[in-house]
């Protein structure tokens, strides 16, 4: 896709989009969870709580940053807490670069031009953030040392 400059509701919708998506995807996602598991599974209930507390700290992540845009730029929210901001921005990005060649090519569920777009709001709503929050030119790198 060709530079293309977003703006502030570009990326409002974007998150709105994934939260929206997610106000589906995960009640079924945890309801096929809770089905498979047997109810004294202890593992599986502690599998399942996991899941619960990652979904909801995604989701809350997801929606300080949409406020944190809808507001920009403000000062003194700390470091921790505009990281793990950051970290769900690149995570969503990361699946997004991981899942939408499958979505268009293998199961028609996008088309190239619309993956296109998703990709470039998030990317760019990914640099915006690093930027302006964390003063960061570059995403930070997490390499997994060799064994």
């Not at 997801?62 to 507001?71: D, I, P, R, S």
């Not at 088309?111 to 990317?123: K, P, R």
Request: hydrophobic fraction near 35%; charge should be positive.
């Amino acid at each position: 896709m060709t530079h293309v400059q977003f703006t502030t509701d570009d990326y409002l919708r974007a998150i709105e989009r994934e939260l929206g998506k997610r106000t589906t995807t995960y009640p079924k996602i945890l309801a096929k969870m809770k089905k498979r598991n047997q109810p004294d599974d202890v593992e599986a209930a502690m599998e399942f709580d996991n899941e619960v507390v990652k979904q909801y700290t995604q989701i809350r992540r997801l929606k300080n940053v949409g406020y944190l845009v809808q507001t920009a730029p403000i000062g003194g929210i700390g470091n921790a807490f505009a990281e793990g901001c950051l970290f769900e921005l690149m995570r969503e990005l990361k699946e997004r670069k991981r899942c939408y060649p499958r979505w268009v090519k293998v199961y028609k569920m996008m088309t190239q031009e619309t993956a296109d777009y998703e990709l470039a709001v998030w990317e760019s709503l990914t640099r915006w953030f690093a930027k302006e929050y964390l003063d960061l030119d570059e995403f930070p790198t997490k390499r997994k040392k060799k064994k």
